[in-house]
């Protein structure tokens, strides 16, 4: 105050609180363990009888997935304290391995062939599919190259489709149409968050469809999946099996279910009770609260993972929260689409419940990484009370306070 005049700067000031954003974030970890839990009570459930009778013990694929589940904890607490920095620097010789990976699949000594597709790498002791981490890491290549590139501009988009398209391409070479769907819907997700026209990816829209229908015709078996999806009862035996199996297993579920350990397709009506169709053992014996106990829990996923996204600090990690969130919630939506028939049948598991020790490493250590960014999202300043004229200097950038 000079002369009885009360400056600017002796007012009142507005209160102001820092808000810090870093720190674990309890809620993802709770419900990530939650699901994992979740999916070994109902894979022993779906696959007891079964792996009694095929494999001669009842327990075998708990075992397996209780083994991923430990690996996936130790990933996902590992991951957790590596900085980002680190992570964006090991990008590129991630996303370099995750190709390799997917090219090995097709070589005939380590490459491992099961219904006709080559999706798996046999490593001696235990199987990976390395399509579960490779659209980790080109998540994290798209980040990349969103982060340093003006998304606006299309060479920026070309830049994205090009790495996201050499993933693709080795995908459904597998075959593995189901992945393919799930990463090219994560990556036009990505182009839009980080700010493409959307004229662009409207542009780019009508050559995918095109690209989705010629790769249904050139294939007998995904036209005669696509037929059978919209009429499983024209081939109750052959195609339409394992939808109508479904259809049983969730209407007879009603709202309540059967009862834990009751359900009834488990004994071996409904083919991947353990793994791809595990939604539809849940809603048997859980019913319509079951599932929508589950879809709950993703929902949590998805909401932390977009907070997580907002909040972070710099582009990169800004990108890969949301490509991570992305890859979690389209592949839970096509795996629920696939089971209530919504779209065509295609083997796409559930993430974290679904039988598959390569899937529950993957999530669990994508999780890590989301927590990695948590933790190193940066505190901002917040304005909790301000009134009158006070108010109108905050709110404009010209007028200044010295806040002591």
Known sequence: MIGGVLKREDRALPALSVKKHGGVDIPLIAVAVILSAFGL???YSASSYSAGVQLGDAFHYVKTQGIALALGLFAML??????????KKATVPLYIIGLILLSLVFLPVIGVESYGAKRWLN???????PSEYAKFFMVMMISLIASKTDMSKFRGVIAVLLAG????VLLILEPNMSITMCAVAVIFIMLFASGARIKHLVFLIIPVLIGAVVLILVEP???????AFLDPWQSPLEEGYQLIQSYYALGSGGLFGVGLFNSRQKYLFLPFAESDFIL???GEETGLVGVAVVMTLFLVIAIRGIKIARRASDRYSCYLATGITAVTTVQALLNVAVVCGAVPPTGLPLPFVSAGGSSLVAYLGAIGVLLSISKNSLPYVRV??????????????KRKFSIR
Request: a neutral charge.
């Open 41 to 43: 009570l109902f894979i």
């Open 78 to 87: 590992g991951l957790s304290f590596v900085n980002v920095e680190k992570i």
């Open 123 to 129: 490593l001696g002791f235990f199987t990976i599919q």
């Open 165 to 168: 398209g050499a993933v693709c």
């Open 221 to 227: 078996y995904r036209m005669q999946r696509l037929l």
């Open 280 to 282: 539809s053992v849940i």
């Open 384 to 397: 909790d009370t301000f009134s009158g004229e006070d108010a109108g200097a905050v709110k404009h950038p």
